[in-house]
């Protein structure tokens, strides 16, 4: 491997192989390199465990994978032409479809001749003699960086939970997270869905299709609103295009990373007439609008929260056919918005067919995986041909810990997070300096549309590492008590919301043993964004920076 620009440059560094290693090619590493190469000029690596671009829509192929944010704001920014050329077929683009779009975004800006593909980063050490990071990768390499980028994804280490015979069945295992590229049939089959997340009700109704009979194991109801899903009026897409700059400036300043407001008042400060009226024109509209764009004390006050709670229920007492199992998948015990909320295709209807049947293993919970399928705590007995298990993400924390991430003083990341992630901005972490977390926890990132955060975080990263350069720094790392006070904020944040009270992957709940500590921030895309801005324009308030000509950057 050659030598950097920047190791050279430096003169007093010591050089690398390469300026930055970056983690991942979904939209995080790609953007990531087209920032540090392209446009910063600096040289980078980036290694890829999937044999193509994409990152979590490389690995999630399950049937009705699609994102539950609309398409013309579920892709880039950065560059208009770009976002004038890609046409999306429907209202949220489908999992080949964002594939197809990250393709094109790597051959456009020609950055698959910095990609090595089907290659792990099992471990990265930061060297304090040389001040570089030295990536090993389970293909054999090892590489030195200045900087240390990862884009591993929030949702990228999945959790299959370690039931008792789960090795013993006979027939094919599945998950969502890791489906087979030449996909699956289902046709005449007897397959059991274990999850009821957002992945699941996607799956299910296009399972249910195929299957002879459908099984689904539910631990927990989910509120979950209609996507109404379609192709989007031709002249909406027109008006869309023609608003580049205001769309996109609207975004950026909004909540979540979407074109939603809250409503001026509250829940508990409206009619009950009026409250329906409103609620009802978001569920026909269909998508997070109910979530994120309607009544904001729902996510404070738990009254406030039942009157959604109750307007979603009848609902599903309206879709699903038959009393007792709209009953079961009534939501009980959590608050509406806490959990993310699925969007709906076909969920609740498919309960309907007299081949899908649903299993509450909340009261009776799974006691064990047979040869022949799934037995209950009571007993009870089912057969399968194929088991898909829907059980989720070790999210946020999960795909960075399982990385052997050393820094000062050899110590490991993961140690550091036993209680819970420690970070600043969730972008970097006091003792490794030159590393950056693009969508780490206590970033926005999985509280907003992804690639809006994507884009910010790395665009924040970028000026950093290039403010380091024109001003000679050679390291940075933040203070312990711009950590310690970050920590704090994010736990304030979350504590005067209801989002503590359910049992979520926002919480860690998902995964036995792992901390319960609120994992995203909650500041909102537009206030996270603008103290970014001002963290960097005082100075990058904060951080310790080393080597720098005037020991900080103003
Ligand atoms: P998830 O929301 O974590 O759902 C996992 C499901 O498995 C839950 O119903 C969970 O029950 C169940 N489960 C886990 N362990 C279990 C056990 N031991 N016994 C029985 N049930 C068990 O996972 P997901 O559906 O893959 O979604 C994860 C996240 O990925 C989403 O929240 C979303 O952010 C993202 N995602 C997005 C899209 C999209 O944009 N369209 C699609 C899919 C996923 P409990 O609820 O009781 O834990």
């Not at 008006?239 to 074109?259: C, H, L, P, T």
């Not at 399968?384 to 990341?413: C, E, S």
Request: net charge negative; charged share 25%; with cysteine.
């Amino acid at each position: 491997m050659t030598a950097s620009g920047e190791g050279h440059t430096a003169g007093t560094r010591h050089s690398t192989d390469v300026d930055a290693v970056i983690i991942g090619a979904g939209f995080s590493g790609l953007y990531m390199l087209h920032k540090v190469r392209n446009q910063l000029g600096l040289t980078a690596r980036v290694f890829e465990a999937g044999g193509g671009v994409g990152g979590t829509w490389y690995w999630n192929r399950y049937p009705g994978a699609r994102s539950d944010s609309d398409s013309y704001l579920y892709c880039y920014s950065f560059d208009e032409d770009l976002w004038q050329d890609w046409e999306w077929s429907e209202r949220y683009p489908e999992q080949h479809e964002i594939r197809a779009y990250l393709e094109h975004v790597a051959e456009r800006f020609d950055l698959y001749s910095d990609i090595q593909f089907d290659t792990r980063v099992t471990a990265a050490t930061f060297d304090e003699a040389t001040n570089t990071w030295n990536v090993t990768t389970d293909a054999g390499d090892s590489i030195t960086a200045r900087y240390l980028i990862t884009g591993v994804g929030a949702l990228s280490a999945s959790n299959t939970p370690k039931f008792v015979g789960i090795h013993s069945f006979r027939g094919e295992t599945y998950h969502t997270g890791r489906w087979p590229h030449e996909g699956v049939d289902f046709t005449g089959k007897r397959v059991a869905v274990i999850g009821s997340g957002a992945s699941a009700v996607q799956a299910v109704p296009l399972i249910a299709e195929e299957a002879r009979d459908l099984t689904v194991f539910q631990r927990t109801a989910n509120y979950i609103v209609p996507a109404n899903n379609g192709p989007v009026d031709p002249e909406v897409r027109r008006a869309r295009k023609q608003d580049y700059a205001g769309i996109w400036q609207r975004v950026r300043q909004s909540n979540f990373g979407f074109e939603l407001d809250f409503l001026e008042k509250g829940a508990l400060e409206v009619p009950d007439e009026e409250l329906e009226r409103e609620l009802m024109a978001r569920w026909k509209e269909g998508g997070f609008g109910i979530w994120l764009g309607s009544y904001s004390d729902i996510f404070f006050v738990d009254e406030a929260n039942a009157k959604v709670r109750e307007f979603l229920h009848d609902r599903i007492r309206e879709k699903v056919e038959d009393p007792e199992t709209a009953e079961l998948l009534i939501p009980k015990g959590h608050p509406f918005g806490c959990k993310r909320n699925p969007l709906d295709s076909g969920y609740f209807e498919a309960f309907n067919l007299p081949h899908v049947h649903l299993v509450d293993v909340k009261s009776n919970s799974i006691a064990e995986i047979t040869p022949a399928g799934v037995k209950l705590e009571d007993g009870a007995s089912y057969e399968f041909d194929a088991i898909v298990y829907a059980t989720g993400f070790d999210a946020m924390t999960g795909p960075l810990n399982k990385i052997d991430i050393r820094g000062r003083g050899g110590q490991l990341l993961r140690d550091k997070w036993t209680e819970g992630p420690r970070t600043y901005l969730g972008l970097t972490s006091a003792g490794f300096p030159n590393l950056f977390t693009i969508t780490g926890p206590q970033s926005p990132s999985v509280l907003s549309n992804m690639p809006v955060s994507i884009e910010q975080h790395v665009e924040f990263i970028a000026k950093i590492v290039g403010d380091m350069r024109d001003r000679g720094a050679e390291t940075i790392e933040p203070t312990r008590e711009a950590e310690d006070a970050w920590v704090a904020h994010n736990q304030e944040l979350a504590e005067a919301t209801l989002f503590p009270t359910a049992d979520t992957w926002y919480m860690g709940a998902n995964i036995p043993g792992k901390p319960r500590v609120f994992l995203p921030n909650l500041d909102f895309v537009g206030p996270y964004r603008a103290r970014c801005d001002e963290i960097a324009a005082n100075g990058y308030e904060g951080f310790t920076l080393t080597g720098s000509n005037q020991g900080a950057m103003a």
